[in-house]
């Protein structure tokens, strides 16, 4: 793993909100410096996180690292996973002093003033959260997560995705960081729960502040639930076993999220056989992550057949 411009050339902030934003990227597209460029004079530091194999990524990234000091760039040459990467940002903010990690998907088209949306809504908030998410619109809808609203008005949420959130450092440290034997998915949710766990309050602002969409455009949209979104063999795989486990894990304290997320779960599986391409290795997938989960076998899925499903 190498580092560009760490913590020696960052600039450590010193304001009570300090912002340290992570991003991490994988094979992003060819606007990911664009979306950045956007992000960049809102922060206090940005570490993007480079789990593209052989680092190409981190590449095309020098020379802004060289350019904005407070710029970080972590390159792993392989994927790590978005916990692990998520992780790497974390240790960076306590590093810099930063009280907030501002977490955010490569694709995420973040607005000008989302860092200072974030932070009003902090300030309204009589809860005092350590988790705040961002309301988005979803360009292929065009709806809002939740109905928008102004800067200093929030809705209290049992979890929220991870871009486009801001999360306490201190309490995301206190309580283990993000769930690195997940690999990816329900990282964000997981992360959420046990922050309630721990008697934390978790909001989301009602004012847009990105643009983001959730999965392939190909998700059918049932009645109360949504649009179900479609994902590749290897996402199911990691989307089943990752739910069994956080199900397992909180349907004590979160009955009625657990319950939503199975019938999700088993309701995507229907649609997936009927509606979607490539049904059978998708059904294939989820059955296998059906029984890792049962198992526990977790970490990077161990199953290569459906690596090489597309």
Known sequence: MSTYSLTDNAQAPSAANSICAV??????????????????PQVDALVVVDNTPGGCCALRLKNLAVCEKHVSIVENRINVGIATA???????ALE???????????????YSDIVETLLWTKAACHLEPAVIGGNYLDPRSGKTKVPEGRSDEWLEQKTVITSGCLVDVVMAS??????????IDQVDHE?????????????????????????????????????????SPLR????????????ADYWRQEPQWCARRLLRLFLGLIL???LEKHGTSKTLA????????????????????????H
């Open 272 to 274: 997936m056989l009927v």
């Open 86 to 92: 998520l992780n790497k940002g974390l240790e960076l």
């Open 286 to 309: 989820f059955g296998a992550g059906f029984l890792d989960g049962l198992q526990r076998r977790m970490g990077p899925c161990k199953r290569q057949w459906i690596e090489h499903q």
């Open 174 to 183: 206190h309580i283990g960081g993000f769930r690195e034997d997940y690999f």
């Open 236 to 247: 199911k795989y990691y989307i089943t076993r990752n739910s069994l486990i956080t199900v």
């Open 23 to 40: 991003v991490v990227a994988y094979f992003p597209d060819q606007d990911f410096e664009e979306r950045l460029q956007t992000l960049l």
């Open 191 to 231: 992360f959420c729960l046990r922050m309630r766990a721990h008697g934390q309050h978790v909001v989301i602002s009602r004012k847009t502040v990105m643009k983001h969409s959730v999965g392939e455009p190909s998700g059918p949209r049932l009645p109360l639930l949504g649009v179900m979104p479609s994902h």
């Open 96 to 110: 810099l002093g930063s009280n907030w990690l501002l977490t955010l998907d490569q694709d995420t088209q973040c």
